[in-house]
């Protein structure tokens, strides 16, 4: 039997919510193993970031270097980069390992505001890693720096989700959960060809913290056990959906997820 792999190069989250941790805890619901390469330690917790230490190009690197040497991930997802050089050095990693599962999830901004991503570093994002990315996964302000268009709409979203596929990525899914206007929150699929709308019940919450990581995780871990990717992000809906619904409520500010609610609903249906 074949186990299945993921590798994240992200951020670490001490407040286990988002980054890294959600990352890893993502993977093993899914029965998938998870591997790391941290590029940032945050101090974390769920109301705010107290600080950011980021670690050294050569420790980056050596992580990298480690897993790709011996563990051979099936899929890899990046998270937040922190800068330039470091997207630089991811893209030239996954382009010198012949990585071809990529799933980039464009962390700019934490939610309570704070920078996780260097200004000047947007450029290198669209230029060495969009072209590489199976899948990019850009909330709604994340698609406008992109593609430097105003999203207010959900044709709008279509037009950015096609800027990013004339940009390089295969497949550009817009998150809809910064779209509060509606009941239903709608996530985009553009695959370069066809749209395809992914639904899922809005609920009234601020515990909401590591969402996006924790979706894209799910869809990291299900390409690595060789699905497609339309099938990766339905269970990935799933899986953010029970996340969210279940609350686990603590914290007094923006709360994490609950990580264990879609196998707990499986197991107890
Ligand atoms: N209140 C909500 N109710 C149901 N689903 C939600 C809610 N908020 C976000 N989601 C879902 O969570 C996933 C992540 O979307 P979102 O747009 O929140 O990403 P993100 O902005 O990167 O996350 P974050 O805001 O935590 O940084 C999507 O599938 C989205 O539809
Ligand atoms: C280390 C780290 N990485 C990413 C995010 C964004 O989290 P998300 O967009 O999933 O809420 C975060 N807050 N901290």
Not at 57 to 76: C, G, N, R
Not at 208 to 221: E, K, P, R, V, Y
Not at 242 to 252: K, P, V
Request: proline content about 3%; hydrophobic content about 40%; some cysteine.
């Amino acid at each position: 039997m074949t186990v299945s792999r993921a590798l994240t190069i992200a951020g670490s989250d001490s407040g286990g919510g988002a980054g890294i941790q959600a990352d890893l805890k993502t993977f093993q619901e899914l029965g998938v193993f998870g591997m790391t390469a941290i590029t940032a330690v945050t101090a974390q917790n769920t109301l705010g970031v107290q600080g950011v230490y980021p670690l050294t190009l050569e420790a980056l690197k050596t992580q990298i270097d480690s897993v790709a040497e011996d563990l051979s991930p099936h899929a890899i997802k990046t998270g937040m980069l922190f800068n330039a050089d470091m997207i630089r050095l991811v893209s030239q990693q996954i382009v010198h390992y012949g990585w071809e599962n990529i799933i980039v999830d464009p962390v700019m901004v934490a939610k309570g505001g704070q920078s996780l991503l260097q200004e000047e570093a947007d450029e290198a994002l669209i230029t060495s890693l969009l072209p590489l990315a199976k899948v990019i996964t850009p909330n709604i302000p994340e698609a406008e720096v992109l593609t430097g268009m105003e999203i207010r709409t959900l044709d709008h979203r279509k037009d950015a989700a096609k800027r990013l596929v004339d940009l390089g990525a295969k497949n550009v899914m817009v998150k809809g959960g910064h779209d509060s206007t509606n009941d239903v929150v709608t996530d985009l699929l553009y695959d370069g060809h066809t749209f395809h709308l992914f639904e899922g019940e809005r609920k009234e919450t601020k515990h909401t913290h590591g969402t996006g990581c924790t979706f894209a995780a799910a869809i990291t871990a299900e390409i690595s056990k060789g699905n497609n990717v339309l099938d990766a992000i339905q269970t990935a809906k799933a899986f953010i959906q029970s996340a969210i619904e279940d609350q686990l409520g603590f914290g007094s500010g923006h709360g994490p997820t609950n990580h264990w609610a879609y196998n707990k609903r499986n197991v107890y249906r």
